[in-house]
């Protein structure tokens, strides 16, 4: 991905607190917005959709990990 030198510094600055997943400024978002559709809704194999896919799938995968050590967390603390 092509990056300005500005938005790698910004990037650098937050360290290992974003995601791996980026999405480009692509013409195909702004199509679907105007047809009031979401890009997978239009052309789910487009690079714009998998990128929001890729991106989906980070997220849910932080969550999930998330979930995972807060209820690992809470059975430490839990006395039987």
């Known amino acids: 991905?092509?990056?300005?030198?500005?938005?790698k510094k910004i990037a650098a600055s937050f360290g290992n607190k974003l995601l791996n997943s980026t999405i480009g400024n692509?013409?195909?978002?702004?199509s679907s917005m105007e047809d009031?559709?979401?890009?997978?809704?239009?052309d789910p194999t487009c690079t714009a959709s998998q990128e929001v896919k890729?991106?989906?799938?980070?997220?849910l995968s932080v969550i999930s990990k998330t979930n995972h050590k807060t209820k690992s967390k809470l059975?430490?603390?839990?006395?039987?």
């Open 1 to 7: 991905l092509k990056a300005s030198p500005l938005a």
């Open 75 to 80: 059975l430490e603390k839990t006395v039987i």
């Open 54 to 59: 890729l991106l989906v799938e980070e997220i």
């Open 36 to 42: 009031g559709k979401s890009i997978a809704e239009i």
């Open 26 to 30: 692509r013409v195909a978002f702004a």
